[in-house]
């Protein structure tokens, strides 16, 4: 029903007067009623309270082309077309710089990953570099080379506790959820290290990653 409709809008402006569902609402409620002059009064509030908003100015437009007022119809128009055109370009814009973020990232993660793997050229039992090279494997989804790396990580130095959830997380990207048991023993592991340690966010993240594990 059309007047019970426009009643609960009405009501809900009244307690929120910015409430733009709403004066979209009543707008399109006007002009379904052929009240063309309060759908243009709405739109024009509309438009004032989102001024990047496109549909306001789409709309009064249209309204104007249908009162036959061209000059009218044609100045709304174009600004829907520039706020279009400005919120194109201020995506692009946001795009290219997240592209460029990524690429500064991958770069950096290169360099590292580079660095890494001279020091452990040099010293394969260097926990640090191991560590550090089997994250960054690890982010960059080769859980197979993460898996390995980690592993020896723990065997070289069992109280990393840290090195327990990325090589249970690796193994699990890998597939290995089938063998729970084995995940399970390395997360609980990693918890009794990471308790003797006082290293509490490795202790959460592997507490959480555990009862995910013990639920399914």
Do not use: W
């Amino acid at each position: 029903d059309i007047a019970l409709a426009k009643e609960k809008f009405e009501g809900i402006l009244k307690k929120y007067p910015l409430h733009h569902e709403s004066l979209e609402a009543l707008a399109l409620i006007a002009e379904h009623s052929g009240d063309m002059e309060e759908a243009l009064g709405l739109n024009k509030q509309l438009s004032l309270l989102q001024p990047l908003a496109i549909m306001p100015h789409t709309n009064l437009s249209r309204l104007y082309m249908l009162q036959g007022e061209i000059e009218k119809a044609e100045a709304e128009k174009q600004r829907a077309t520039l706020l279009t055109f400005k919120q194109t370009a201020k995506e692009s814009s946001k795009v290219r710089e997240e592209q460029a973020f990524l690429e500064k990232q991958r770069a950096e993660r290169a360099r590292k990953k580079k660095l890494f793997t001279e020091v452990i050229e040099q010293d394969a039992e260097d926990d640090i570099a191991l560590f550090a090279l089997g994250k960054i494997c690890f982010e960059e989804k080769n859980f197979s080379e993460a898996a390995k790396l980690l592993e020896k990580l723990i065997q070289i130095k069992p109280s990393y506790s840290l090195a327990y959830f990325f090589y249970a997380k690796s193994l699990l990207a890998l597939g290995e959820s089938s063998n729970k048991a084995k995940v399970q023993s390395i997360l609980i592991k990693g918890i009794e290290y990471a308790k003797k340690n006082g290293e509490m966010m490795p202790l959460r993240s592997m507490q959480r990653e555990l009862n995910k594990q013990l639920i399914l």
